[in-house]
């Protein structure tokens, strides 16, 4: 069955650190990809997406994501967070625009200290 | 526009007692979910529909219903609450491309 793996359960930083989430999923066929962000308390946001063309993909607050399709990989990326990332965040896959559901991995929780 | 809406925000069922989640969107978006989410299991797809009068089980569908009614409202029903149904539920649309817009949550405990 079709998966998305993120293999960093919890991942502890410090402010200005740099940032790397990975994210694998399986399927061998045209997808789109996602990273939704949660806040403590909040509903699931969108922070970037890729559908097809260039591989780098920007979002908001200085996210980046670059999709790798013979590692099957998503990896997120911030080179300098803030305490303010301090948040979930999920990878989400979108098996062909004809699919129905998107795949969801089950998140990585990010904590960043001041 | 107030894109997705759920209620209630907040639960408390004894067992065995029934209980409806409501969602509606203003979107106008034909594929809906109903996702619930718990600590450290990511979200899991309970049902979704692609449109009105349209239905389909998701990952996790038993001791839930729906219906799709109309292309703004994906009622979720709940029949004889169980403590494993505790979690918080999100209801979401989706764009043609796969972009979902979420509601706030809806978080349920039952007792």
């Known amino acids: 069955a079709q998966s998305v793996s993120q293999h960093n359960h919890h991942v502890i930083l410090s402010e200005a650190a740099s940032l790397e989430l990975g994210c694998n999923y399986s399927?061998?066929?045209?997808?789109?990809l996602f990273w939704y962000v949660q806040y403590p308390g909040q509903h699931l946001q969108l922070l970037l997406k890729?559908?097809?063309?260039?591989?780098l993909v920007k979002g908001i607050k200085g996210f980046e994501a670059e999709f790798i399709k013979s590692k099957f990989s998503f990896n997120l990326r911030k080179p300098s967070v803030q305490w303010s990332d301090t948040a979930e965040y999920f990878c989400?896959?979108?098996?062909?625009?004809?699919?129905?559901?998107?795949?969801f991995g089950k998140g990585t929780t990010l904590s960043v200290s001041s | 526009n107030a894109g997705v809406t759920q209620t209630p925000k907040f639960r408390i069922l004894k067992i065995g007692q029934s209980m409806t989640l409501q969602c509606t969107q203003d979107?106008?978006?034909?594929?809906m979910y109903w996702y619930r989410q718990d600590p450290g299991m990511g979200l899991k797809l309970i049902y979704y529909?692609?449109?009105?009068?349209?239905?389909d089980k998701g990952e996790v569908p038993n001791g839930y219903n729906v219906s799709r009614s109309t292309t703004e409202d994906f009622p979720l029903r709940l029949e004889l609450a169980a403590p494993s149904q505790t979690s918080v539920y999100f209801c979401?649309?989706?764009?043609?491309?796969?972009?979902?817009?979420f509601g706030e949550g809806s978080r349920l405990t039952v007792l």
């Open positions: 979401a649309t989706r764009t043609d491309t796969g972009e979902l817009f």
């Open positions: 399927y061998g066929g045209t997808v789109n």
């Open positions: 890729y559908f097809s063309g260039d591989p």
């Open positions: 989400a896959v979108l098996l062909n625009q004809a699919g129905t559901a998107l795949i």
């Open positions: 979107m106008n978006h034909n594929y």
């Open positions: 529909s692609v449109g009105a009068g349209i239905t």
